[in-house]
């Protein structure tokens, strides 16, 4: 049996025509109305919602460049895939959350609960 959680809702994110002035190897970064911070990308007239913190550092992923589905972070040049979330290139080894997305009345909506994050991975400059 699953329980459904209550915080994990349908949340207002932006309104699609927000995202027609950005380029797609560029993302927006979004704060929701329960405080989570995401990063919004269009890929070939898809949107994706993933959490907009680096979980090897500090870092803003809607800052970060989009290759295809690669968001490279700009702290350290790691990279992530906006589908899945698993990391793609050193030295990420820890997956972000992405979030469920649908697009109705012009608005994108997605399935984000409160983060609650515990301490990124050590930033170590080896």
């Known amino acids: 049996m699953s329980q459904t959680d209550p915080q994990n809702t349908w949340k207002h994110i932006c309104n699609v025509d927000e995202l027609d002035d950005i380029d797609e190897d560029e993302g927006l970064q979004v704060t929701v109305d329960n405080g989570a ?20 550092g500090n870092a803003s992923l809607a800052e970060g460049f989009l290759e295809e589905f690669d968001v490279e972070c700009p702290f350290h040049g ?25 697009v109705g009345d012009g ?18 400059d080896a």
Do not use: M, W
């Open 37 to 56: 911070i995401v990063a919004v990308f269009k890929v070939n007239g898809e949107y994706y919602v993933i959490e907009d913190l680096c979980s090897h």
């Open 78 to 102: 790691g990279k992530f895939d906006i589908r899945t979330g698993e990391p793609t290139a050193f030295p990420c080894a820890t997956a972000i959350k992405v979030y469920e997305v649908k």
């Open 107 to 124: 608005v994108l909506f997605a399935k984000v609960s409160p983060q609650v994050r515990p301490n990124a991975e050590e930033d170590t």
